[in-house]
């Protein structure tokens, strides 16, 4: 008797799953991106000469940073599949 | 008013417009359509059965892009002049990112020139990878096309890097690179002391040294996840955005509407993503190496 309710709530959280997952991840990484070129923006005006050396260290901690959002987004992925 | 301005004007006047159009003659409202699923788009047929040897088209991808980067490499370097032309420039600075930048930057010297290889050809493999991962070839051997009486699959974007088990090998072989030259150095025991940050004494080693050997493996996931997340969701976000929702509910305005957000994510993908995705794994396998023979 209580086995559609099951299903719904199923259904339900699998989509809140996926929801939470990219949301939340998101958040997190798009602090982190403005904070990293937020601070090259800084450093450049500080000093133009240094620009190359600063910017191959913005594309790494700007990929480490991005990788973050798509750990939330394979965790929200895999609740969904494993519902 | 400028002509700029008036282009301008003129393409978004036709894109509201073609809107509008789209929405008059065929309707607003959706249609679930459940003839349509995108996981198949990233489903692997066996071509030629082999066992766990099987050719599909994930197969072909990673032999293609193997072919490529050999022989582009080979090819390049033996035509090498001393006034160099454009491509010539450019594989010389490739070269420099991988040596100087890449390998030199993150390990001591000796290690480096040991490792540039593996490091160098990790780089290109996975560069090469990427980029024909947004290539159309006809590799959909579901949905099969007839051009002048010919069956053949019809065309699709899928890269190898897009199946977990390309980066996951790919990590795997630099998990073990790297506690391998780890343990030579410094010895079985004396690695695991070396993950220990110095200073570290006491009662509080209990939480500490758990935590550590738990996130040395938390970079064999994170290498594969990122590689793999990264390319995935970018096809993902292409067969949506280009059709794939419009497709799915059945609205054909909804596919016009999108279709830019597609262009514009391909372009996003193939100039920068494919890159960076690659450039990234590079580096971390070079810091993760440089580090486990480093001595606190």
């Known amino acids: 008797m209580l086995a559609p309710i099951f299903h719904i709530a199923a259904g339900v959280s699998a989509g809140l799953g996926i929801g939470i997952g990219g949301g939340l991840g998101a958040v997190g990484a798009g602090v982190g991106i403005g904070i990293i070129f937020g601070k090259v923006i800084e450093s450049v005006t500080r000093q133009p000469e240094m620009r190359d050396e600063i910017t191959s260290i913005q594309w790494l901690g700007f990929a480490l940073t991005e990788a973050c959002f798509f750990y939330g987004l394979v965790a929200g992925l895999l609740s969904y599949v494993l519902k | 008013m400028s002509n700029t301005r008036k282009v301008l004007?003129?393409?978004?006047?036709?894109?509201?417009?073609?809107?509008?159009?789209?929405?008059?003659?065929?309707?607003?409202?959706?249609?679930?359509?459940?003839?349509?699923?995108?996981?198949?788009?990233?489903?692997?047929?066996n071509w030629v059965h082999l066992g766990v040897l099987s050719i599909n088209r994930a197969v072909v991808y990673l032999f293609i892009a193997a072919v490529l980067t050999v022989f582009t490499m080979v090819f390049i370097a033996g035509r090498m002049q001393a006034r160099p032309n454009r491509v010539q420039t450019a594989v010389e600075a490739i070269y420099s990112l991988m040596r100087d930048n890449i390998?030199?930057?993150?390990?001591?010297?000796?290690?480096?020139?040991?490792?540039?290889?593996?490091?160098?050809?990790?780089?290109?493999?996975?560069?090469?990878?990427n980029l024909i991962g947004y290539l159309p070839l006809p590799t959909n051997s579901q949905e099969k096309v007839n051009i002048f009486?010919?069956?053949?699959?019809?065309?699709?974007?899928?890269?190898?890097?897009?199946?977990?088990?390309?980066?996951?090998?790919?990590?795997?072989?630099?998990?073990?690179?790297?506690?391998?030259?780890?343990?030579?150095?410094?010895?079985?025991?004396?690695?695991?002391?070396?993950?220990?940050?110095?200073?570290?004494?006491?009662?509080?080693?209990?939480?500490?040294?758990?935590?550590?050997?738990?996130?040395?493996?938390?970079?064999?996931?994170?290498?594969?996840?990122?590689?793999?997340?990264?390319?995935?969701?970018?096809?993902?976000?292409?067969?949506?955005?280009?059709?794939?929702?419009?497709?799915?509910?059945?609205?054909?305005?909804?596919?016009?509407?999108?279709?830019?957000?597609?262009?514009?994510?391909?372009l996003f993908e193939l100039g920068l993503v494919a890159t960076l995705q690659a450039f990234i794994f590079a580096t971390l396998s070079a810091i993760y190496l440089g580090g486990a023979v480093s001595h606190h």
């Open chain 2, 9 to 45: 004007w003129a393409i978004a006047g036709f894109y509201i417009g073609m809107l509008i159009l789209l929405a008059v003659v065929f309707g607003i409202t959706t249609h679930k359509n459940n003839a349509f699923q995108p996981q198949n788009e990233f489903k692997l047929i």
């Open chain 2, 103 to 129: 390998t030199r930057g993150n390990m001591p010297d000796t290690m480096a020139a040991k490792w540039f290889p593996y490091v160098g050809a990790l780089f290109l493999f996975i560069w090469y990878c």
């Open chain 2, 149 to 266: 009486g010919a069956h053949i699959p019809s065309f699709a974007l899928y890269a190898a890097t897009a199946n977990v088990s390309v980066p996951l090998v790919l990590a795997l072989i630099t998990f073990i690179a790297f506690n391998w030259e780890g343990i030579r150095t410094h010895g079985p025991i004396g690695y695991l002391k070396s993950l220990i940050p110095a200073g570290v004494s006491g009662p509080i080693l209990f939480l500490i040294a758990p935590l550590e050997v738990i996130s040395t493996f938390m970079r064999l996931i994170s290498l594969t996840v990122r590689l793999f997340a990264n390319i995935l969701a970018g096809h993902m976000i292409i067969l949506f955005m280009a059709g794939g929702l419009a497709v799915i509910l059945g609205a054909s305005w909804l596919g016009w509407f999108t279709m830019p957000f597609g262009v514009a994510i391909y």
